[in-house]
């Protein structure tokens, strides 16, 4: 009896192993492939609307496997064009799969009031220079550079928006990428002094300590100010058109 338990514990056990082993057999070394959209913009990757007009999306397209699948597009859009700043058009198509493929448009709206300052990019100036100054030794260091363009465009009457305070110093100069540029706005008073508003960069979360000594030359649209930055560097930044 014993002898009969045991060989009919075997057979189940040898049953059991083959189909684990069929299995084994049907799944390894296979791989899964899934497909992405690839999307299109038409139009142009930057657009430039004056505040208050109307605002007309070039649209977008999407092929997949050799098939147009623009219907499948989901856009999304935060454009006000009754407030001046920065806005984005986002264009995506998810495949069968649950992965996404995605391109943005990015939209400056602008007040078109007339001011000494243009709408426009301004080109860092020579003379423009950062200066970081070690906490420990008190020892400075000054970097000088020039060269690199800087988006400047009225969001309302005498506010402003500038894509780098820093003049392109960690995203251009350094190559670290726009997330590293100091965003933010800056106020134009009657006497063409510049004021500082609100600045950021993204990739660190901090801002300005401040801006002194800002100013325009009404008679050569020059813009230059004096920074201070995490208590350690000081800039002087003059850009032009």
Not at 127 to 133: I, K, L
């Amino acid at each position: 009896m014993a002898k009969n338990i045991i060989l009919s514990f075997s057979l189940v056990l040898s049953v059991i192993i083959g189909l684990s082993s069929c299995d084994n057999e049907t799944t390894d070394g296979l791989t899964s492939i899934t497909y992405y959209a690839t999307l299109e913009m038409q139009g142009e990757d930057t657009v430039y609307v004056s505040l208050g007009d109307d605002y007309e999306d070039a649209g977008c397209t999407a092929v997949m496997q050799g098939e147009d699948v623009s219907d499948q597009i989901v856009t999304v859009s935060n454009v006000d064009t009754n407030t001046g700043g920065e806005y984005s058009v986002t264009y995506s198509v998810t495949n069968e799969d649950g992965f996404s493929s995605s391109v943005s448009r990015v939209v400056f709206v602008f007040d078109t009031t007339t001011s000494v300052i243009s709408n426009s990019f301004y080109t860092v100036q020579d003379g423009t220079s950062r200066t970081y100054t070690d906490s420990d030794t008190g020892e400075s260091t000054t970097t000088e550079f020039s060269g690199y363009s800087i988006l400047i465009y009225q969001t309302s009457p005498g506010v402003f928006y500038i894509s780098d305070f820093l003049g392109g110093y960690y995203d251009k100069y350094k190559d670290y990428g726009s997330a590293y540029a100091m965003t933010g706005t800056f106020q134009l008073n009657e006497d063409n002094t510049i004021t500082l508003i609100s600045s950021s960069i993204s990739a660190w979360g901090d801002s300005l300590d401040y801006i002194e000594n800002g100013k325009v030359d009404p008679s050569t649209g020059e813009i230059s100010f004096d920074l201070s930055y995490a208590g350690v560097i000081t800039s002087h930044i003059i850009l032009k058109l």
